[in-house]
């Protein structure tokens, strides 16, 4: 009776442990078990001539009402783990979906109709391929062969689905190899989410960069534009080639150095290098002003602070525009006009 009762122990404990399919398989495997009055409950020893050893021992006694009550706890048992399956997956955040090691549906669940339109006896025994675009069958696949071949959990792959409206959803997938313990073969279950949402916010960003990206190599200006820590988010190729700073110095994103490779293209570096860091210093600075070089080109320089629509503040932008030919005709165009003025005056002199 002891036994019997480490036994019903031992079965409570099994089918507590046991998910999903797997609780039918063992509920099938322990009732087969227990099914005989007499269950074998420790294996024969054999000698060395292969004569069975401890024969008594190795079988126990089991009365007809403690078998009929070891199998009333596992169908119990087995109904409440049931209904523990059936409310996980109802309230699932997202489809479960079984696979065949060939990519068959064997398994849906319930939200699958719901998120594609199709009913379940469309899909069981289908391939997965029938459902996916066909430009991700590919990835599909592989992803596939790689849980199987693995064995492992694996995570992250995305691919777009066919709907029965002809419509495409973007989901997710994480999934595992399951080995199945009463013939040993591997199913894939997975669990997909929908990342419709996300994909198109990804795609509407992804649009709104080219625009700028667009725009902002089509200006004449320099563009710079730096973080909070002032290090490189945006820039042009105007900026580059009117300073003329090295790529790998772009490539590092700072604009430390950046400034350090500049200075001694300026007239006054030291009025140049004080007047941007206070500019930095001070987040709500705006500037418009005039850099002269040793070269002889005028830069004019315009800086405002990043502000977002809520005042939140993403850093500083710098635009520097080459005036240089502006000025030069500026300054012949004032010449011109101060010499017809003196000319102007000096011939008034002799009338």
């Known amino acids: 009776m002891a036994a019997n009762n480490t036994l019903r122990e031992q079965l409570k404990s099994d089918l507590a442990m046991a998910k999903g399919k797997n609780v039918f398989l063992?509920?099938?495997?322990?009732?087969?078990?227990t099914y005989s009055p007499k269950a074998p409950l420790i294996p024969p020893v054999e000698d060395n001539n292969n004569q069975p050893l401890l024969m008594k021992e190795s079988f126990q006694e089991t009365p007809e009402e403690d078998h009929l009550e070891i199998v009333g706890t596992l169908q119990e048992a087995l109904r409440d783990s049931e209904q523990s399956f059936r409310s996980f997956v109802e309230n699932l955040n997202g489809v479960l979906f079984v696979l065949t090691p060939s990519g068959l549906f064997s398994y849906v669940s319930p939200q699958w109709k719901e998120a594609f339109g199709y009913e379940s006896s469309e899909t069981i025994g289908q391939p997965f391929q029938a459902f996916i675009h066909p430009d991700d069958v590919p990835c599909c696949f592989a992803f596939l062969q790689q849980v199987m071949e693995s064995g492992e959990k694996?995570?992250?792959?995305?691919?777009?689905?066919?709907?029965?409206?002809?419509?495409?959803?973007?989901?997710?997938?994480?999934?595992?190899?399951?080995?199945?313990?009463?013939?040993g073969t591997l199913t894939l279950v997975g669990i997909g989410r929908d990342i419709t949402e996300r994909k198109r916010a990804e795609d509407a960003l992804r649009f709104s960069n080219v625009i700028l990206s667009t725009i902002q190599e089509t200006m004449v200006e320099g563009i710079l534009a730096v973080d909070m820590e002032n290090n490189f988010i945006s820039w042009n190729k105007n900026f580059v080639d009117m300073w003329g700073i090295p790529l790998d110095i772009m490539n590092a994103k700072s604009d430390e150095l950046a400034l350090q490779s500049v200075l001694d293209m300026l007239v006054d570096p030291v009025l140049f290098l004080d007047g941007v860091r206070r500019l930095y210093a001070d987040l709500t600075a705006i500037c418009h002003d005039e850099l002269t070089l040793k070269d002889g080109r005028i830069f004019e320089r315009r800086t405002s602070p990043i502000i977002g629509s809520d005042n939140f503040r993403y850093g500083r932008v710098w635009y520097f525009l080459d005036i240089t030919e502006r000025k030069q005709y500026e300054y012949a165009l004032t010449h011109s006009q101060s010499c017809n003025s003196r000319s102007k005056s000096l011939s008034g002199g002799y009338l």
Do not use: H
């Open 26 to 33: 063992k509920f099938k495997e322990l009732t087969m078990l």
């Open 154 to 183: 694996q995570s992250g792959i995305e691919y777009r689905v066919l709907c029965k409206d002809g419509t495409y959803l973007w989901y997710r997938a994480n999934a595992s190899a399951v080995k199945d313990p009463s013939n």
